[in-house]
């Protein structure tokens, strides 16, 4: 027991409201404070969390949830099925008064197509009703966002400060948060599944991935990930411990069908063809890269090896813009964002890198960057031509990555998250499918069958992969990475 630990943080959080940020920094942290129905066991398939049991109607319809007892949360108010429905009602409830203090992606993007009430059976007893059965309920509910649960009583003191003031169940309280400096975070006595180890965990704010390597092999700070080939290897040269998660994320180019000449499958096809994602992985990302063959990442249960792939062939690539009535190339614009991402971290390099390729076959690109919330904007709303994006996988379950990139529904603007505007009725019904069948190997099918149609429309460039690394110090012991990489478990961690 005791000792604090302290985690070299690539980015700061803008927020800590759960149900607020999809930030992946902001989602470690929530994951220490607060706590969901469903919890993300250590593989990163769901377990009982603030739920102890549930039960499923026979038409799939209905779900019974059966809280724990005797839980508290930090501020030592009561958690019951009041909390529950009051954290999901000030989501889904425009007169609820507490809406109008939080932007509700998570509800918007996973939950109201699903989710049609949420209510009390008794103190302990929770309903669900959903508007079609829905197979990833429990793995989307233990995903640190809509579902996370905070104090009411906090919520309704702090309203829209919760973002700075959250109040959950989970082993460690927020204690203070100093902008641009660290967060520190206690041992919360009272938790239900025993007190953690250490006695405070505290985040420092450190963005160079080089400083922060640093910073680590000199004991300044205990755990560190977010950080690419060299410091990788220059950690180990340093007799570092070394953990690699699998790559649970995905990064892309997205190719804007709506957008002449890109509405045109020769041209599609032409930019498949003249990238060498093989290449291109080696020489950005080495060791930690994976390439891509589809919109669901290796890690995942419905990933299939054998899916039928673009070859690089600069010279194919040339006959199909020459077919396409291009046979003297054309001018386009690559948009990317400006700092590096954790499936991305050699930021503005890959572009550089693809439009190296694209002028190989006659294709001049002009690389338009822009920080992170000013690219979202622009992507999302389809004002881009060619553009690089992607995702850190929020659970294991695949639909989060193949219904959001590619499902039609998802391809309204602004918050369009099918970034290259494809949408097939045949791609969907696959999809939807998908999500309504309980038996994991038709499911498998379906969304084999899915991918092999999302690549033959040549909308998208699955580009990579990047596997997660995890460095710690000689005195961390009892850390096991999860394959989910925002879950990040400290709460049976102990310092020799």
């Known amino acids: ?74 501020d030592g108010t009561p958690f019951n099925a009041d909390a529950v429905v009051f954290n999901i009602d000030r989501q889904m409830n425009l007169q609820n008064p507490y809406y109008q203090y939080g932007s509700w992606g998570w509800w918007d993007w996973m939950y109201a197509p699903v989710i049609k009430s949420v209510y009390k059976i008794d103190d302990m007893t929770v ?43 989970g082993p460690f309280a927020l204690k203070e948060w100093v902008r641009g400096d660290h967060i520190t975070l206690v041992a919360f006595d009272q938790y239900w599944g025993g007190r953690p180890y250490l006695d405070q965990i505290i985040v420092r704010f450190i963005p160079d991935n080089t400083v922060r390597a640093g910073a680590l092999i000199r ?59 093989n290449g291109l992985v080696q020489a950005l990302y080495g060791q930690l890269g994976e390439v891509a063959n589809g919109p669901i990442p ?19 690539a040339r006959q199909y813009l020459a077919a396409a009535g291009y046979p003297n190339g054309f001018t386009t614009e690559l948009s990317i964002y400006s700092a590096a991402r954790g499936y991305n971290p050699v930021g503005t390099e890959l572009a550089e890198a693809v439009q190296a390729y694209l002028a190989e076959v006659g294709i001049t690109a002009t690389i338009s960057i822009s920080d992170y919330t000013a690219h979202n904007a622009k992507v999302h709303s389809g004002q881009h031509e060619l553009a690089f994006y992607g995702w850190y996988g929020d659970d294991l379950d695949p639909d989060e990555f193949i219904y959001t990139f590619c499902h039609s529904s998802n391809a309204t603007v602004p918050g369009a998250n099918n970034l290259a505007f494809i949408k097939s009725e045949e791609i969907d019904s696959l999809i939807d499918q998908a999500r309504t069948v309980t038996d994991i190997e038709a499911r498998r099918a379906l ?10 429309t040549a909308g998208w460039v699955w580009l990579n992969g990047i596997k997660q690394p995890y460095a710690l110090t000689a005195r961390v012991q009892g850390f096991t990475p999860n394959p989910v990489p925002w879950c990040l478990d400290l709460s049976h961690v102990w310092l020799q």
Request: glycine content about 8%.
């Open 447 to 456: 969304y084999v069958r899915a991918q092999e149609l999302v690549n033959s």
């Open 298 to 316: 290796s890690p995942e249960w419905a990933y299939d090896p054998n899916l039928r792939q673009y070859e690089y062939d600069p010279e194919l």
């Open 127 to 169: 309903g669900m009703t959903l508007n079609f059965p829905f197979s990833p309920l429990l793995a989307h509910l233990a995903i640190s966002g809509a579902g996370t649960i905070l104090s009411p009583a906090a919520i309704r003191q702090y309203k829209a400060e919760i973002a700075t003031h959250p109040v959950g169940t």
């Open 1 to 74: 027991m005791g000792g604090t630990l302290v985690f070299g943080a690539a980015t700061e959080q803008d927020s800590l409201d759960p149900a607020g940020t999809f930030d992946t920094a902001a989602m470690r942290i929530n994951g220490w404070v607060a706590e969901n129905l469903t919890n993300l066991g250590p593989d990163g398939n769901p377990v009982p969390g603030l739920a102890e049991s549930w039960e499923m109607s026979a038409d799939g319809m209905t779900w019974t949830f059966h809280l724990r007892q005797g839980v508290v949360f930090h």
């Open 219 to 277: 004991g300044e700070i205990d755990l560190m990930t977010d950080f690419s080939t060299p410091q990788l290897d220059t950690l180990r040269a340093a007799g570092t411990q070394i953990m690699i998660a699998p790559s649970l994320n995905l990064s892309y180019l997205a190719i804007n069908s709506e957008k002449a000449p890109f509405d045109n499958i020769l041209v599609r096809m032409a930019i498949q063809h003249a990238i060498d994602k």
